[in-house]
């Protein structure tokens, strides 16, 4: 049997918050249930919105979302204990993330991690005793080209060393801004980072740079030289570099198109080979 959704604050709840903290809870919880056919499809944007509160995924937090959609404390449980993103003990102001896959790690990320674990005396997913920071092992942070990388709170701190990385940790312990290599101006908390991961922007998205050189290099490189896409649609674009015509200021790009690759012709004899991964006996699909 599931619970009953919390209906504004008057309803019974098996939840500790007081009034106005699940008035606003339920307000926020609400308009992300609305945004979704399903309103149980709003559980993870929800999850961060607890986080934003308790600064972990509390007790209270698994009941509030249980209640509010319906479902088991159980089944809001198993979502939280799958994605690594979601806390379930209280979590520093600062998540600081250490790249140590493989590119970060060849470039330097597990001396880095090493030498941040000494240096704070704490080890992975693990907080300070101050509880300033909180640091991790992460596992890609989609930014090789700026390897090894730190995080913190999602925001970019690009080719670090052990010297820089420590730097920066104790610029956070002692509440000192720190300034992103690219993306914000400046890091949130935890909590705020939180908050807008449940889908309530904080205006900031659009402060400091989002690419840096080394992303752009291969697309500078394509347009100077004219590359494109074999097979491409192209469209004539204005860009003042010269691309090997006379003129020197028009060319093409390449444009994508929207469609299904279900709806893409065979062209190559593996497109038509099929079931030939299949063992004997079994039905080509």
């Known amino acids: 049997m599931t619970a009953e959704p919390v ?25 992300i249930m609305e945004r979704y056919p399903d309103p149980r499809s709003g559980l993870l944007p929800m999850l961060h919105l607890v986080q934003s509160v308790d600064g972990y995924v509390s007790r209270d937090g698994i009941l509030f979302c249980a209640e ?54 704490v080890g992975h997913d693990e907080t300070t005793p101050d509880g300033a920071i909180t ?16 995080m913190v709170n999602w925001e970019f701190f690009d080719n670090q060393t052990p010297e820089t990385a420590t730097a920066l940790a104790d610029k956070l312990i002692l509440g000192e801004d720190v300034v992103p290599t690219r993306g914000a101006a400046s890091v949130c908390s935890f909590k705020q980072m939180s908050r807008v991961l449940a889908g309530f922007p ?19 490189i394509a347009r100077e030289r004219g590359w494109t896409a074999p097979g491409s649609q192209v469209e004539p674009v204005e860009t003042g570099v010269s691309t090997g015509s006379t003129s020197g200021g028009s060319t093409t790009r390449p444009v994508g198109k929207p469609g299904s690759s279900a709806e893409r012709k065979p062209a190559t004899p593996s497109d ?14």
């Open 7 to 31: 209906v504004g604050t008057e309803t019974t709840t098996k939840t500790r918050y007081d009034a106005d903290t699940l008035a606003a809870l339920s307000a926020d919880a609400t308009a």
């Open 68 to 121: 509010m959609l319906g479902i088991t404390a159980a089944e809001v449980s198993a979502v939280a204990t799958f994605y690594t993103q979601y806390k379930r003990h209280p979590n520093g102001t600062y998540t600081v993330g250490v790249c140590t896959n493989t590119l970060c790690a060849v470039m330097g990320g597990d001396a880095i991690f090493d030498e941040l674990s000494d240096h704070l005396g």
């Open 135 to 150: 640091l991790e092992r992460v596992e890609c942070n989609a930014a090789c080209d700026y390897a090894p990388v730190v």
């Open 202 to 220: 904080d205006g900031r998205a659009d402060e400091g740079a989002g690419a840096g050189e080394p992303t752009l290099a291969g697309l500078k």
């Open 272 to 285: 038509t080979e099929v079931g030939k991964d299949k063992k004997p006996g079994e039905d080509a699909k």
